[in-house]
């Protein structure tokens, strides 16, 4: 008797993450951003705060990719995926520390308080 399993109908819940005026799809997380996330938090006791904030924005920014366009075609097909720097100069520190951690909770199991949105 075969056996055929589905695995494309595992999807997780849709999240959609806003900031700066922009939203972002952040439901899915890549194995490689996974993988990337996993290896920081091996090695985040290494690293300087500094060092190890910049690497923690940087793989949010990956995960973030290009914001979530409407309308022009034109306009969603030039968009361009953000950046750290970006991440750094759109948001006050308050802010982006509950982005990063809205953005890696599927990876850290860390659920936000939803008393503070």
């Known amino acids: 008797m075969d056996t055929i399993r589905d695995f494309d109908k595992i999807v997780p819940n849709k999240r959609i993450a806003k900031l700066a005026g922009k939203e972002f799809d952040v439901s899915l997380i890549s194995t490689r951003m996974a993988l990337e996330q996993s290896e920081f938090r091996d090695n985040v006791l290494k690293m300087g705060e500094k060092e190890a904030l910049h690497k ?3 793989i949010v920014a990956k995960i973030c990719g290009k914001p979530i366009e ?3 075609f034109f306009k969603r097909l030039f968009s361009r ?3 750290e ?3 750094v100069d759109n ?3 308050e802010q982006l520390i509950a982005f990063i ?3 890696l909770e599927p990876l850290t ?3 936000i308080d939803e008393k503070k949105k």
């Open 101 to 103: 951690d809205f953005v």
């Open 91 to 93: 948001t006050n520190y």
């Open 81 to 83: 995926p953000i950046s």
């Open 70 to 72: 409407s309308g022009n």
């Open 85 to 87: 720097k970006w991440l």
């Open 56 to 58: 923690a924005i940087g």
């Open 109 to 111: 199991g860390k659920a």
